[in-house]
């Protein structure tokens, strides 16, 4: 920021401002989205027919085996994708395929995981109308249920003990296709099937406190504990799985239209962005919570496709974060005293839903402040100042558990590991939210503790955590503070930072990884 | 001749009490109360088995501000005779030798008027000792009146002087403060609820109200059941402070009841249509009311499970929703007062002399005002839970 700079776009939940930064700050944009392939159908068959150490597909599917394709769920990619979704393509390629090939016992599953079930029109978005058509009456295309005990089978454990356990569909396949889209570094690999096809006995022991608290970060699999757990996991996987995995990558190119100058640099703003953002700005202002929701609800991104590749876990998992890599990650010389961060509308575990506080937090404190290799662009003990409101607002749809979180949990303690002894067993034994989760809409019970853990290694490195404009009882039950402005913020931390702290702003979305050196 | 507060009829005073309700107690202890200071003769101690007792502390209860309030039902109407001294929460001075407690003795009162006490031949529930539920409280050579407080020729304890008969009195052990002492009476009916309750051991409990009430209440459950999980419902700070010292599991407030109970025990949420209340399928296996208002009444009904007990030891409000009753098979129980023969085999006083020994009772007494400041006194105890206070007591010696 200098003299000449003029005001920066903050993403502050349903909503964005313009703010003046202090001289001096430094503001990390993402980079230019890649250009994307030209040919996405060729770019698949590709992928298929010449994997990295694999046969290719075709080679692999043969008449009366059992092929079950499981893909990514609605938590990605952030906004949803504009149709056809890349899933569906790779989806409907395969299934050419399996055809070909005389493949009739096809199962199609949903690799949710904890995370909520999908709804059958959120299914069809992914896969398509056909593939939906052919599949989901028959109850061949469906959400995993981490809960249904008769259908998990439990290969073995590590090496170190943990438990691999996951849907008997895919365990008693003869052939496992697994459909990813890798929007940021953190997914894709072996987290896809050992994570997204889990159950709670699975995931418990690499989703907890400790674990997160040592995964630094979730963007670099070779020093997240968490990745190193499910790359342990994946091993014993696919001692008994054959896995074909597929993984794509998307560009930096999310918002279109109208939203267009949200991914632009501030001083290139033409005139027709300055009244786009003038014109949006003011409007979402004066509309109404519901309309406002609507509108960020509806958004839909015009990703281009950086890359498919297919075959083997490792190998396809290195081309794909060489293309995430190639995306996201920016050189950033040094840490700063205080990174500053604006939370926007959508996260991954409120898609077509609210963003509560722990959805908020989690979004800023676990995932943006997590999008950096080496380390975090905050020094230790630094400070960290977010916007978002930060109301207080619940689906009881999709979050039940939340609300009981929210209002029992952290009114007793903030602490991951505290919280986790305490309560974690019994809100992920819970019957009412083992019940909602199964029949319903409802993140499993234990997964607000997961939202929290998340930030665990954000509350351990940072000094002060300030949130500007956020609602005063919400952000004090998480046990944060609030400001009013940013200049109230920096002079709210700076016992811990100074007068004159160095200052980073990381301008996302779109998405960035902060490469700090 | 003495000093004392007189409950009297005064049909435009009970008409504009209970049109005003609750909601506005500064009218009510002003010139709407049907309650006035007034000097008038000492009640007397002719019989053989009666004395007089000076009382040192004597409480206000939620049923005596139900009285000035007008939101007693008329129901009570035929078990009280006007004018009377109201106060039957009491620690008093013997001033004449009563059998085997010699005068000076200090004194807490049982204040049921009981068939012995009434001197006619005992009725079925007094010989079994269940004497809160006395048939004769009408008869015999006292003026009617259900207890000690509601009865024209007793006196009360909001008076200088009362009477009473030796099976009404338990001597105070010297050790008991007589702020404890006063507390001993609601405590004794806490006994009792909590002996009605039946609490299995390990059964999850509900007691919603926190009030002198609802915090005896979850005392004596934790001291007297086995109970597992107790979930106070609390709506003030100090109520909820309270509540965890006298053995609550969990707090929650009045909007908090259907998530809590949900969360503690496990159970199914519903919410029904247009607006309808909600409730669980499942919840604790016992609820204790102790607010008696519908909306409490509705809560706890509404979070037992199926087969459950429901006990109302507030005094109940009319127009709460039966439908769990009959759906859910909920056994509805009253609690009233305290017997002499409790299910332990002890009468509630005994049990409760003890717990007022051994309870964190310090500082439950948080005012006390002398008589003459009565109106200040009773729109201190209708707001108690809000001002941080759990009882509110007249310092009779003071007045």
Partial sequence: MDDRTPPLLVHNGEGFLLERFPLGTRVVYPPEALPPVRDVDEAIQNALLNPLESEPLPELLRAGMRLTIAFDDISIPLPPMKKPDIRQRIIEAVLELAAQAGVDDVELISANALHRRLTPNELRDIVGERVFRSFFPDGKLYNFDAEDSANLTHLGQTKHGEDVEISKRAAESDLLVYVNVNLVAMDGGHKSTSIGLASYKSLKHHHNSHTMIHSRSFMDHKASKMHHSAWRMGEVLTQHVKVFQIETTLNNDIFGGPLEFLQKREWEWSLKDQASMLGTKRALAAAPSKLRHKIFTDVRSTYGLTGVHAGKIEPVHDKTLENVHRQHMVEVQGQSDVAIMGVPFIGPYNVNSVMNPILAACMGLGYYFNSYRGNPVVRKDGAVILYHPVDYEFSQLHHPSYVDFFEEVLAESTDPATIEAKFEKQYAEDPWYIHLYRTSYAYHGVHPFYMWYWISHALDHCGDIVWVGANRKTVERMGFRSASTLSDALEMVSHSVGRSPSITYLHNPPHLLADVR | ?399
């Fill in chain 2, 1 to 399: 001749m003495m000093l004392a507060l007189e409950m009297y009829r005064s049909p435009a005073k009970f008409l504009a009490a209970k049109a005003v309700g609750g909601r506005i107690p500064g009218i009510l202890t002003g010139p709407a109360a049907p309650l006035r200071l007034v000097t008038i003769n000492e009640p007397k101690a002719e019989r053989p088995g009666w004395a007089r007792i000076r009382p040192i502390l004597s409480g206000i209860c939620g049923s005596d501000l139900g009285m000035v309030t007008g939101s007693t039902k008329l129901y009570f109407s035929a078990v009280v005779s006007l004018p009377f001294v109201p106060g039957h929460e009491i620690v008093g001075e013997l001033l004449d030798d009563c059998e085997d407690l010699p005068k000076g003795t200090r004194v807490v009162m049982d204040s049921v008027l009981t068939c012995e006490a009434r001197g006619v031949e005992l009725c079925e529930n007094c010989v079994s000792g269940n004497t809160n539920r006395c048939d004769r409280i009408t008869v015999g050579h006292v003026a009617p009146g259900l207890q000690t407080g509601f009865c024209q020729d007793t006196g009360g304890g909001w008076g200088n002087m009362l009477v009473a008969h030796r099976s009404q009195l338990y001597a105070v052990p010297e050790a008991l403060t007589n702020e404890r002492a006063v507390l001993v009476e609601p405590l004794a009916g806490a006994v009792h609820a909590a002996l009605r309750a039946k609490v299995q051991p390990g059964q999850s409990v509900l007691v919603s109200g926190a009030g002198a009430v609802g915090l005896f209440a979850t005392l004596a459950l934790r001291e007297l059941t086995q109970a597992g999980r107790i979930t106070v419902v609390a709506k003030h700070p100090k109520q909820r402070e309270l509540a965890r010292a006298f053995g609550a599991s969990d707090v929650v407030a009045p909007d908090e009841v259907f998530r809590g109970v949900r969360r503690s025990t496990g159970a199914f949420r519903l919410k029904p249509d247009f607006g309808a209340g909600e409730f669980l399928l499942g919840g604790v296996d016992v609820a204790v009311d102790a607010v008696g208002s519908k909306d409490s009444i509705d809560t706890v009904l509404r979070v037992t499970k199926a087969g459950g007990r429901v006990v109302l030891s507030g005094m109940p409000a009319s127009g709460a929703d039966l439908s769990p009753v009959w759906f859910r098979e909920l056994e509805v129980t009253g609690t009233y007062a305290s017997a002499r023969e409790e299910p332990n085999g002890r009468p509630a006083f005994e049990t409760a002399l003890e717990l007022a020994g051994r309870a964190p009772l310090d500082g439950i007494v948080g005012a006390r005002y002398p008589l003459y400041r009565w109106r200040e006194a009773l729109d201190h105890a209708h707001s108690a839970g809000r001002l941080g206070t759990v009882k509110v007591a007249f310092d009779v010696r003071a007045s």
